[in-house]
């Protein structure tokens, strides 16, 4: 039997012709075979890709070596920086002593032939060359918180706080201080740096508040974003937030000598001892309204 013409080459030319109504609405519904153009387009895109991504990751390489370099750089310069402060401060001191001793060795012996100028100058030679000194300890203490090996054990800074505490109420009797230590105020750290963190930070407290006729001392924590914050906090003079930023640095002050003596060390000492514990310190305060002093010590 004879087939129709037109309908054979229908069915011929939709099974040979990819270009159909049929093929294009399978196409259009993703059903179909992917256009030829599609297809080749494919390859240069993903090669793209693959040079893109190996680009990234020699500049991320380069990053890291640069970083590496960069933190070596600046080791090595913190530890020429330390050895340097203590070699000057070191060096300092033996001309120092003779400096005041000799200076209170003519205030002895020839005080009496000496005009009331004389033995002024003297004094003024003398004070300066203590200060000085002070100066000199200062440094050589703080330039040993970075040199100092670390032994890291679980502490309880309540006891370090409370025995302490008692050693200033001795040699102050007459001051009306209430201190509030939280018990069991675990950390890992090592035991004399955060001894003489705590002691700073205390001692710190118990000058500001000085002037007041009774004051409160308070050393605590709390949770922060999953953190151990420590924090102590007095309700004495405080300070300007203005000028938070100078804190920190060694021999910056935030009140006059004759307010409150000091060398203005403490806290650099205390922000070096939680810097090499991997913590932060940082403080809030207000003038006359007291000060809370706020550290961590990393993981």
Not at 160 to 178: D, F, H, L, W
Not at 206 to 226: Q, V, Y
Not at 258 to 277: C, D, K, M, Y
């Amino acid at each position: 039997m004879a087939v129709p013409k037109g309908r054979g080459e229908s069915k011929s030319s939709a099974g040979k012709n990819p270009d159909s109504g049929e093929n294009r609405d399978a196409q259009r519904k993703g059903t179909g075979p992917a256009p030829k153009e599609a297809v080749s387009s494919l390859a240069p895109s993903a090669g793209a890709c693959e040079r893109r991504l190996a680009e990234a990751q020699q500049e991320l390489r380069r990053l890291h070596e640069e970083l590496a370099r960069q933190k070596a750089s600046a080791d090595n310069l913190g530890r020429e920086l330390e050895t340097f402060s203590y070699s000057v401060s070191h060096d300092l001191r033996a001309p120092l002593r003779h400096l005041i001793g000799f200076s209170n060795a003519l205030l002895e012996d020839y005080g009496a032939a000496l005009e009331p100028t004389a033995h002024s100058y003297l004094d003024c030679i003398v004070r300066a060359g203590r200060k000085m000194e002070g100066l000199v300890d200062a440094l050589l203490a703080l330039s040993r918180i970075g040199r100092q090996d670390m032994t890291l054990l679980n502490l309880d800074l309540s006891q370090m706080a409370n025995s302490y505490t008692a050693c200033i109420r001795e040699r102050e009797p007459g001051r009306k201080v209430t201190f509030r230590i939280a018990e069991h105020l675990h950390a890992h750290g090592d035991a004399v740096l955060l001894r003489t963190a705590v002691e700073h930070l205390l001692e710190n407290a118990w000058k500001f508040t000085g002037k007041k006729d009774s004051a409160t001392i308070e050393l605590g924590s709390k949770e922060e974003r999953g953190e151990r914050v420590y924090f102590v906090r007095d309700d004495g003079a405080g300070f300007d937030m203005r000028f938070a930023d100078r804190l920190f640095g060694p021999f910056q002050r935030m009140h006059r000598e004759e307010e409150f003596p000091g060398l203005g060390i403490g806290l650099a000492i205390v922000q070096r001892i939680i810097n090499r514990h991997g913590g932060r310190i940082w403080a809030e305060a207000e003038v006359n309204a007291g000060a809370t002093f706020y550290f961590t010590l990393g993981s």
